[in-house]
């Protein structure tokens, strides 16, 4: 129910569609992109300075309408950071006014590439990072549908405590009350004193309030659980008797949350970033280039249909550079600082690993425990209810005082709650296990 029902799974899902999406959207930066542009059209109407023949200078009224369609194709260099392009081109431009006049200039195909060297290449380190995200999102969205069993199982176990304390406390204010009403009788006889008969009323009425008390957090508990499942029905619980019948392999378990887990990819990402800050401040620090180059045609005239004749060929070649010349060590300290951040961090994800690893194996340390003391807690749970019913037996016939009986159910409500604990315990582990491991030790297979 947690996993196809539960607000927690319908948001893991979302979040994985958000990780898939990203993901995509990464992978479209490694494909060409076609591109169609325009501007249809470009009314420009204004009055600007123009230069006379004899230098001076007067301000004339200028209406012009340009237009321009064109095609571009473009292609990430993800070896290199670099960029090639292609397009073909048409503009227009139409002078209103008398005369008023109509010209044309064509590019039909211009290709080139841009290409930066010995700078940070963002598609090489992109090409690295974001498959390891996408692999997150993967094992988030699973180790988050483990967390909403383990929400689940919390709510389960702490409605079916609140239903087991509502029986307890019915069944106390029934007792009480009969209790009652039997040493009103003998007090009225003389069996018994007046000190116990106010003992009983006493406890009749503790009863009462705890029954009022039961109530309300019965129904808290219900709503938590109805609104935790989207569920407004009426919910009555059973006792599972069934416990996962597993024995955690620890080296196997250990050896999971090393390699499959979403901690060990979380802490290899921290760390790929860092060394990308390292190698974005080396960029930085030494020469760096960007070269240009671009082949084309092109044409200008009148008429439209004599843009692709006779067309004319254009190069444009560009090599710029930029050369640290006196920076005050300020390349320096920024590599020193990335690769002082790179080692801070490795150490605190190491430790951090470790400490992950110290409370998996507390986990499963705690459920074999749970498991073991399960046998114990049922059998303490049998002893206590027919010790109670014996007591009962015996304080009826007169032989037994109030206060051992209320010490006796006290021992047996105490045992089955601690036999709850046990059960909860049992599955809570487990599903820590699975979440921290994003493995099914009863099956033996991964999560994912």
Do not use: C
């Amino acid at each position: 129910m947690a996993e196809e029902k539960s607000l927690l799974a319908e948001q893991a899902e979302q979040n994985a569609q958000i990780g898939y999406w990203q993901y995509r959207f990464h992978l479209s930066n490694n494909k060409p992109r076609l591109m169609f542009n325009g501007e249809l059209p470009n009314l420009n109407r204004t009055i600007i300075p123009v230069t006379q023949n004899d230098g001076s200078e007067t301000f004339r009224e200028r209406s012009l309408v340009t237009s321009l369609l064109e095609v571009s194709l473009s292609q990430n260099i993800t070896p290199t950071g670099g960029t090639f392009f292609a397009s073909s081109q048409i503009n227009r431009i139409d002078l209103l006014g008398s005369p008023s006049t109509t010209s044309y200039l064509s590019y039909p195909i211009l290709v080139g590439i841009r290409q930066p060297i010995g700078s940070f290449n963002p598609f090489k380190w992109a090409n690295k990072i974001e498959p390891l995200k996408y692999k997150i999102s993967q094992k988030k969205y699973r180790e988050e549908l483990e967390l909403s069993k383990i929400k689940a199982l919390g709510l389960f176990f702490e409605l079916l405590y609140a239903q087991e304390n509502l029986d307890f406390s019915k069944t106390e204010l029934s007792k009480a009350d009969t209790l009652l009403l039997i040493a009103k009788n003998r007090h009225s006889v003389g069996k018994i004193t007046d000190n116990e008969l106010l003992k009983n009323e006493i406890i009749f009425l503790q009863s009462k309030q705890k029954n009022m008390q039961s109530w309300a957090y019965y129904n808290f508990a219900l709503k938590q659980f109805q609104l935790f499942f989207a569920n407004q029905d009426s919910v009555f619980l059973k006792m599972p008797n069934q416990i996962p019948r597993i024995i955690v392999n620890k080296s196997l378990a250990l050896e999971r949350l090393k390699n499959n887990s979403l901690k060990a990819l979380e802490t290899q990402q921290r760390i790929m970033e860092m060394e990308k800050d390292v190698a974005i401040a080396k960029s930085n620090a030494r020469l760096k280039m960007d070269l240009s180059l671009s082949f084309g045609l092109s044409k200008n005239a009148s008429e439209f249909d004599q843009l692709y004749t006779k067309t004319q060929d254009q190069e444009n070649i560009r090599l710029g550079f930029q050369i640290p010349v006196l920076d005050w060590q300020r390349g320096k300290a920024e590599v020193r600082v990335a690769l002082l951040q790179k080692k801070i961090t490795e150490t605190k994800e190491k430790r951090a690993f470790s400490e992950l690893e110290l409370e998996l194996g507390y986990e499963i340390d705690l459920l074999q425990l749970a498991i073991e003391q399960l046998a114990i807690s049922k059998k303490t749970q049998e002893m206590t209810q027919k010790s109670y019913q014996m007591t009962l037996t015996e304080y009826l016939s007169g032989v037994m005082s109030l206060e051992n009986l209320e010490k006796s159910l006290e021992s047996k409500n105490t045992a089955t709650q601690n036999y709850l604990k046990q059960l909860e315990s049992i599955w809570l582990n487990y599903y820590k296990i699975r979440m921290f491991t994003l493995y099914d030790f009863e099956k033996n297979i991964p999560l994912d």
